[in-house]
């Protein structure tokens, strides 16, 4: 193949990719043909391509003499002039994530001893003072006299960051060649032209955005459509492409999702294909997006080590389940990774010119990665069928054993997603002394259902040592801005992202629950009458490592609770924990005034306090609101009556608040923790008896039950309460609820 330049790219060893696409020249272009539409800052702009030349030809001479140069910056017009200024100067493109911290920036910088970096205006004020800031000028005016570029081969043009999804990230060295070679394969089944407009939404320091939306559109002559950071939404998405006539777009799974849940629309557009990369893509997420958007969705494989492997042919879709077939030039085997025999599946093994040299500064790693016959070894298990469709059955190192067998995480959650309820999904290997490792699912549900249904609906579709075993609702499935799974910030807590008030939090089980919940690392808020105990309590638990704020707020105050709230900010649960009025002691005597209070402060605080959250959880559509109850009634001492009838009419609130709030998205529901060794029955308990009627009868009734083994777990209560809190139950709304009722949710 050769580009507009007359050059061949199928010859790559000494060609650089700036010469490949903008000839020997860069300042000497001329083209005035659109080639970007920048629409990530407040108004759209447009650079020509020889806007991006002159541009680019004046960051070179700026950036000329430096080995390496850093580039920190978002998608825009600027970052496609200095990727491409850098590499005409002769130095390499060192690209870092520009929403990471100015520590994990000069760390970077510092390692490879960078200290020139080009960076977008938000950036560079929060970078080291060491080092040398260039800003991308695009005055047409200051033209270059001359600007030669090098040649290129061998030569490394970019350090890039590998994924690091399954270990600490590496800088992978790829050069000239790779990156030329690359496009040239690339144009053998996927061909763009001029007349095309191309959507990109992956970052362009990634190798999918970079090879395939960047340098392939810039090669070709297509107009670049550079899409807002961060997306407004799906529907916006859309208009966006009909607007720009966007003909190709390049997308990555989460935004392919958004997309086909939009359903059907009769929008026109120029739209001819979507392409998603950077993750795998749910074939039923393929499909839905196809029947939405009338076009082909399809998919490719690749990595920064392997720039792009495989690819569907343009004009021939193939399985939906496949990545298409190798790229002219590329070798592929399917390995036994334990013996090295060819199986299928097996380990996909490459071989090509965009293979890189390996990892910068580590010989080993390089090793492990590419073995002495030039066989890149991905990970990846494979098959491919008849037509030559590559499928991708499974990574090995995220293959979960299950008592001998091999379970493929991503044929689980292909199966997830085909539930009608299930939103997104994620599975893991759990480990196990006895299975060795058990399947655990992490869904997202777009409407509650029981997850036992969740799990059920994959059990009928599996053999049994493929069933999921253990299933958690997450909030949302954290994913890199590529769309792979970040296992580390899903196993950290299943509550991450939450907010969640917490009243009466400051003692007893309030702050058990309050404790659990932070601990799940939900964003937590504990409320009460007892500054000084909140303070403490709050000290404690963001010493643990909770995210703990507190605030003074009685739960008969309705302003007091609002005010909290709303400094606060969004609430996503209630947890309502409304105890007894003031201190237990002698004090509370027999007497009428105290029975109404202890049901005022529980029954009425109740019903105040949910109030006050409930606007905001209507409004956005979801939420839940969790009322503690007990089974009280059934004690000895004088004021059972009024806690009884406080809880008692707690859950007849739960009961008809649910029916109010049916069709808002939100969820109410009462919690029986049963009868728990904490909070006021330790307290009488600890504190023996007084010669307090009342109180000597709880401390005894409590020894009693104690002795009797009467006493539920408290560990368990607030793990429930965590599921509860997950939206384990949601399905559930209005009902009473204890321990035994959320067991089987969580033991599928």
Same mark, same amino acid.
């Given at each position: 193949?050769? !580009? ?26 001329? !083209? ?11 108004e ?22 430096? &080995? ?14 200095a990727?491409?200024?850098? $590499? ?6 060192l ?11 000069a760390?970077a910088?510092?390692a490879?001893?960078? +200290? ?14 060491d ?6 000028d695009?005055?047409?005016?200051? &033209? ?14 970019? *350090? ?15 050069t ?22 191309v ?14 939306? @960047? ?12 899409a #807002? ?58 499909l ?11 998919q490719g494989?690749? @990595? ?37 025999a060819?199986?299928? #599946?097996?380990?996909?093994?490459i ?5 890189? #040299? ?24 494979a098959? &491919?069928?008849?037509d ?7 990574r ?19 199966? *997830? ?10 599975v893991?290997?759990?480990?196990d ?26 059990a ?15 909030r949302?499935?954290p994913?890199?801005?590529?769309g792979?799974?970040?296992?580390a ?22 702050r ?12 937590v ?44 900010g969004?609430?996503?649960v209630?947890v309502?924990?409304?105890a007894?009025?003031?201190p ?6 027999? +007497?009428? !005034? ?5 049901v ?15 606007p905001? @959880?209507?409004? &956005?559509?979801s939420g ?9 009634g059934r ?21 008809? $608040?649910?029916s109010? $709030? ?20 330790r307290?009488?308990?600890?504190r /023996?008896?007084? /010669? ?5 009868t709880?401390?005894?009734w ?14 368990d ?19 009473? *609820?204890?321990?035994?009722?959320? +067991? ?5």
């Amino acid at each position: 193949m050769k !580009d507009g330049n007359g050059v061949d790219l199928a010859d790559a060893d000494e060609i650089g990719l700036v010469e490949a696409i903008w000839g020997p020249d860069l300042a000497a272009v001329t !083209d005035d043909r659109l080639a970007v539409v920048d629409l990530t800052g407040d108004e759209p702009r447009r650079w020509t391509r020889r806007d991006l030349a002159v541009a680019a030809a004046g960051v070179a001479a700026r950036v000329r003499g430096a &080995r390496t140069v850093g580039l920190v910056m978002e998608n825009c017009a600027e970052f496609v002039v200095a990727f491409h200024g850098v $590499l005409a100067a002769g130095a390499v493109v060192l690209p870092l994530d520009p929403r990471a911290t100015p520590e994990s920036w000069a760390s970077a910088l510092g390692a490879q001893g960078v +200290d020139v970096v080009v960076a977008g205006a938000r950036q560079r004020a929060l970078l080291p003072a060491d080092v040398t800031v260039v800003e991308v000028d695009g005055a047409p005016e200051r &033209r270059e006299a001359s600007c030669p570029v090098p040649a290129g081969g061998t030569r490394t043009a970019v *350090l890039a960051s590998s994924s690091g999804t399954q270990g600490k990230p590496k800088h992978v060295i790829v050069t000239h060649r790779n990156l030329v070679a690359n496009l040239a394969q690339i144009a053998g089944v996927h061909v763009l032209s001029e007349a095309d407009v191309v959507l990109a939404v992956t970052p362009l320091r990634h190798i999918y955005g970079m090879q395939m939306a @960047m340098n392939n559109a810039l090669l070709t002559a297509a107009l670049i459509v550079l899409a #807002p950071t961060p997306l407004r939404g799906a529907a916006d998405l859309l208009d966006l492409v009909a607007e720009h006539g966007v003909t190709v777009a390049y997308l990555v799974p989460g935004v392919v999702a958004e997309l086909g849940a939009l359903g059907r629309t009769s929008r026109g557009t120029a739209l001819k294909l979507v392409v998603s990369g950077g993750a795998p893509l749910a074939v039923t997420t393929a499909l839905e997006c196809s029947a939405a958007l009338g076009v082909p969705v399809v998919q490719g494989l690749g @990595m920064t080590e392997a720039g792009c492997i495989c690819f569907t042919p343009d004009g021939a879709p193939g399985p939906p389940d496949t990545v298409g077939v190798p790229l002219p030039g590329t070798e592929v085997r399917f390995v036994d990774p334990a013996t090295g025999a060819d199986a299928v #599946p097996g380990e996909l093994w490459i071989r090509g010119p965009q293979i890189t #040299p390996g990892y910068l500064d580590d010989p080993d790693a390089t090793a492990a990665l590419i073995d002495a016959d030039g066989w890149l070894h991905s990970g990846d298990l494979a098959e &491919r069928d008849a037509d030559g469709y590559v499928r991708i059955v499974g990574r090995l190192k995220s293959m979960i054993k299950y008592k001998g067998h091999q379970v493929a995480p991503a044929e689980l959650e292909d199966l *997830l997603m085909t539930h009608p309820a299930v939103a997104d999904a994620a599975v893991l290997g759990e480990p196990d002394p006895v299975a060795g490792e058990l399947p655990r699912a992490f869904v997202v549900l777009a409407e509650p259902v029981p997850l036992a249904e969740v799990v059920e609906h994959v059990a009928a579709r599996v053999p049994p040592h493929k069933r999921i075993r253990l299933i958690e609702r997450v909030r949302v499935v954290p994913r890199s801005v590529t769309g792979k799974v970040v296992r580390a910030e899903l196993l950290e807590g299943p509550l991450r992202g939450l907010s969640v008030v917490v009243t009466g939090g400051g003692r007893g089980l309030g702050r058990a629950f309050a404790s659990a919940v932070a601990r799940a690392r939900a964003n937590v808020l504990i409320t009460g009458r007892d500054e000084g105990v909140l303070r403490a309590t709050a000290a404690q638990l963001a010493d643990d490592g909770g995210q703990v704020s507190w605030a003074v707020a009685d739960v008969l105050d309705p302003e007091a609770t609002r005010r909290a709230v709303e400094d606060f900010g969004d609430v996503d649960v209630l947890v309502n924990n409304a105890a007894l009025p003031g201190p237990i002691g002698p004090a509370w005597t027999v +007497d009428p !005034d105290e029975w109404w209070r202890a049901v005022e402060v529980t029954v009425r605080g109740t019903m105040a306090t949910t109030r006050a959250v409930l606007p905001g @959880m209507i409004s &956005r559509g979801s939420g839940r609101v969790i009322s503690i109850v007990s089974n009280a009634g059934r004690t000895r001492w004088p004021h059972a009556s009024a806690y009884s009838v406080a809880k008692a009419a707690q859950i007849k609130f739960v009961e008809n $608040l649910a029916s109010e $709030l049916r069709g808002t998205g939100v969820a109410a529901l009462a919690f029986d923790p049963g009868l728990l060794d904490e909070g006021m029955t330790r307290a009488h308990f600890e504190r /023996g008896r007084t /010669g307090e009627h009342w109180a000597d009868t709880i401390h005894d009734w409590a020894l009693e039950a104690k002795e009797a083994g009467r006493f539920a777990n408290v560990d368990d209560a607030t793990a429930h309460l965590v599921r509860l809190v997950a939206g384990f139950a949601d399905h559930r709304s209005g009902r009473y *609820l204890t321990g035994d009722d959320l +067991d089987p949710l969580h033991g599928c």
